[in-house]
């Protein structure tokens, strides 16, 4: 599953820096506002092509039919209420054609998600700015075996490592001292792992977790999965996040995506010809 998974990273992830290069020296919020109108865009016309339209416009045009006769003869409690079983009958009729296409829109909205909370979830550290780097065991007892931290030229290593044996865990807090992609080495015992260290302005991808849970590396596209057999079951750097703003207003990469996304995605429906 874990190989399945970074597969599937290792195919987007190139696509959407090709999608996002344009957008480097910009503010994060337009590449943000142009993948999500091309996602809203890109998902009614798979929502049309996965669907029975015929059978959505009918669903539709009844439940239109059935609101103006609701105001017609709202002073008739028993012809109203007939239309609204009829509404109610057909709403859930309605969810029911909507649940398969829904159901395969999932997996694009998935993939395109994470590939956002790649570049949008979190910010690159300024020179001089510190972090802490944790890396959770499968078992307490190797906390006891020798740990330590190797970081390259431009990182400093602040802290001796921090056990905590009731998670178990061991953490450490670094510093940039130089902007670029740095790369860090855990030792513990006579294991080791690399994990990435991003420094320096703008926005661009980094990667804030590994894992050998397959559900959060699909979550986590930055860097592989950690092998099943590795003593550390996860490694952590807790990025500041990625403030974002338009026209003034501070916006979340997450509803931002929902909220562009939705927009232009009904506003291009009539284009496609697609009822939803």
Known sequence: MSTLVHV????????????????????PVWALTAISAGAGIFLVWLFGKTSDQEQIKAVRDRIRGNL?????????IGVVLGLQRRIFTDTFGF?????VPLLVMLVPVVLIMT????????????PGESVVLKAI???????????????????????????????????????????GDHVLLVHIGD???????????????????????P?????????????????????EVA??????????????WLIGFFVFSMFFGFAFKGVLGVEV
């Open 8 to 27: 599937l990273h290792v195919v987007m992830t190139p696509i959407f820096e090709v999608i996002t290069w344009p957008f480097r020296s910009l503010a």
């Open 68 to 76: 103006i006769g609701v105001r017609l003869f709202q002073h008739d």
């Open 95 to 99: 969810m029911r054609l909507a649940l």
């Open 115 to 126: 590939q956002l909370a790649l570049r949008f979830d979190v910010r690159p550290l300024s």
């Open 137 to 179: 065991v499968r078992d307490a007892s190797l906390l006891d075996q020798p740990l330590s931290l190797e970081a390259p030229h431009g990182v400093t290593v602040e802290t001796p490592p921090v056990r905590v044996r009731t998670n178990p865990e061991v953490a450490w807090r670094v510093r940039v001292d130089t902007a």
């Open 191 to 213: 294991e080791a792992l690399e994990k990435g260290l991003s420094g320096g302005g703008g926005w661009r991808s980094i990667g804030q977790l590994r894992t050998t849970n």
């Open 215 to 235: 559900l959060d590396a699909l979550l986590y596209p930055g860097e592989p999965p950690i092998d099943a057999g590795h003593p550390i079951e996860t490694i």
């Open 239 to 252: 990025y500041p996040p990625l403030e974002m703003s338009l026209l003034g207003f501070g916006v979340n």
